[in-house]
């Protein structure tokens, strides 16, 4: 079981009335919701949870009278947010009713819960009607979202700087005269191959087993052995993979001892713990060229569309939809209408949606984003095509059935186990719109959490953000003194959006900048980051969106956008102060 455990049982702001004790289970009571609940502590001068709360507990459970889980066994409180009841038998209408320091036992209908927080398939289990799931737990600790998350990150550090000290020592101590990639992953020969090395694009076979490295000498087997199919350069693959296999030849086996930010990083896949650092000994067995397996693909993709296009036609005919799409090819069935306003492009909206495929299988909900709705920008191009253009049809308060062809969901590429060609489902609600003051303040939040999360993706320190916010990477040294307010500078630099867009270029234009910096003639962020440079040095320069154009538009660049420069400072004149 992980440290740090989450468990993302569904959960409940609001309690139905509550009804007496019940004969079937003596000395419980039980709620409208359907979960029997007796309390051995009761603290009522405690914190009592709020809706968004997260609960630290001591937890352990039990299928009829079978444990299944004891927080004293694996070492680390148990941790929920408190959201919205989810179905008939939710655990979470009875945390609802705890304080921090109540001790209570639960009982609640084990189908529903095994669906609902755990994914069984009940087809697959022999459960009876009366089967129960009984949990017995303290609430240890209630929590705010920004202290948990502060709670969660410290963790995270503390787990990361000991998975960075094992690895060391690990490798002092089994690897000699080796040095590791530039990326920190070492590899060691076991026997040499004689084929051709593969390719980016090049479909690759290997046969691997792989261990996780428990101590400075030991590993503890993980899978003994099995086979891996992917194509190169398709991140199918943990990055230690895509590094390593392009070095290897046909034949070839090797030991590689990756740490955790070359494998799994901070998730938690496969019984592995967050930071793990792993060993793998792998053969490359096969390789299929690229022109074979894009040729492969082209029929196998052909079948897939057509496959996809008439099973959104049996669809529509066996739910009897006759409704026209709209000229998109959306289908947006109204369940209930909305008598609030129309959302707005531009609009910050409250969603609460749920999708799945047309088989109604189920792919997730806007719960499992943390939270029991989602804030989306409309228009804001942030989500799937027809999930934005059906928000954008709804009133306040309407549910909707929102029907998305494949190519306004995830097209022919797929995502994260949802295949190519995939039509999907989603069933939306939408709560409500932001005030202007709410929609400016949740915009503001997006644009910063989309420029943390660049940070974080790229591996970008807190210590290259200056106090301003702004982050400077120097790429190339530069010599002598550095500019200020009043300096005239020559630059040359690139302009990108976060995702690589290019918006201006002065190599382009083939005519360098010149700019006096400190006058607040260019952003605020570009003219900080020059004057922190020296004459020939190269840096890159992260603009949050406040040091940027703010939340104006300027050409392709939308509003409240964070902002790239690359820049290189080819000339300085200074004058004196």
């Known amino acids: 079981m992980n440290k740090n455990v989450l468990f993302f049982a569904s959960c409940m702001c609001v309690v139905g009335l509550l009804t007496g004790c019940h004969q079937k289970y003596p000395g419980y009571k039980k709620t409208n919701d359907g979960v029997y609940y007796r309390f051995y502590e009761k603290n009522t001068k405690g914190v009592r949870p709020q809706f968004s709360d997260y609960l630290k507990m001591e937890m352990s459970y039990f299928m009829n009278d079978s444990l299944m889980y004891s927080w004293t066994e694996n070492a680390d409180y148990v941790r929920t947010r408190l959201s ?56 240890v600790q209630v929590q705010k979202e920004a202290d948990f998350l502060a709670e969660v990150e410290q963790i995270q550090t503390k787990m990361r700087e000991q998975s960075e000290v094992m690895f060391k020592a690990y490798v002092q101590n089994n690897v000699k005269s080796i040095s590791p ?172 949606y749920s999708t799945s495929f047309l088989d109604g299988t189920p792919i997730g909900t806007s719960d499992g984003l943390g939270k029991p709705y989602y804030e989306m920008l409309v228009g804001g191009g942030k989500v799937l095509k027809g999930l934005d253009e059906g928000v954008s049809l709804m009133h306040e308060g309407e549910k909707a059935t929102l029907i998305l062809p494949y190519a306004l969901a995830y097209g022919d590429k797929g995502y994260m186990g949802i295949p190519p060609y995939s039509n999907l ?17 949740a915009i503001e939040r997006i644009a910063n959490e989309k420029f943390d999360k660049y940070l974080k993706d790229n591996g970008i320190k807190e210590s290259n953000k200056c106090s301003s916010g702004l982050v400077y990477l120097k790429t190339k040294d530069g010599v002598g003194e550095r500019p200020h307010a009043g300096s005239k500078v020559t630059v040359h630099y690139v ?38 440079m020296q004459k020939g040095e190269k840096a890159t320069l992260v603009l949050p969106f406040n040091l940027a154009y703010g939340d104006m538009q300027i050409g392709i660049i939308p509003p409240f956008s964070p902002l790239i420069f690359d820049v290189e400072l080819i000339d300085i004149e200074n004058t004196n102060n």
Do not use: C
């Open 425 to 441: 489902v989603f069933d939306v609600e939408l709560l409500d719109i932001l005030s202007k003051e709410e929609q400016l303040a």
């Open 181 to 352: 990639t530039e990326s920190g992953v070492y590899i060691v020969p076991l026997s040499a191959g004689k084929g051709k090395k593969p390719v980016v694009g090049d479909e690759v076979e290997l046969d691997y087993s792989v261990g996780l490295i428990v101590n400075d000498s030991m590993t503890y087997p993980v899978r003994d052995s099995d086979r891996f199919v992917f194509v190169l350069g398709e991140g199918y693959a943990i990055p230690a993979w895509e590094e390593v296999v392009p070095m290897m030849n046909l034949g070839e086996s090797a030991r590689i001892i990756v740490p955790s930010k070359m494998a799994y990083g901070e998730h938690a896949v496969e019984g592995l713990n967050p930071y793990s650092n792993l060993v793998y000994d792998m053969k490359l067995v096969k390789i299929t060229p690229a022109s074979e397996v894009a040729k492969r693909r082209a029929t196998e993709m052909k079948a897939l569309k057509e496959k996809s296009e008439m099973e959104l036609a049996n669809y529509l005919k066996s739910n009897n939809i006759k409704i026209a799409p709209q000229p998109s090819g959306l289908y947006h069935i109204i369940r209930q209408e909305g008598i609030g306003p129309k959302v707005g492009r531009g609009m910050v909206a409250r969603v609460r």
């Open 84 to 139: 919205a009841t989810k179905y008939h038998g939710d655990l979470q209408s009875g945390l609802a009713l705890m304080h921090e320091g109540d001790t209570a036992s639960f009982i609640v209908p084990a189908d529903s819960t095994l669906v609902h927080v755990f994914g069984a398939d009940l087809n697959t289990l022999s459960v009876k009607p009366d089967d129960i799931i009984r949990y017995e737990v303290r609430l």
């Open 495 to 532: 302009g990108r959006l976060l995702d690589g867009t290019v918006f201006e270029s002065s190599l382009e234009r083939g005519e360098p900048l010149s700019l006096v910096v400190g006058t607040g003639r260019g952003l605020k962020g570009f003219e900080e980051g020059v004057m922190m």
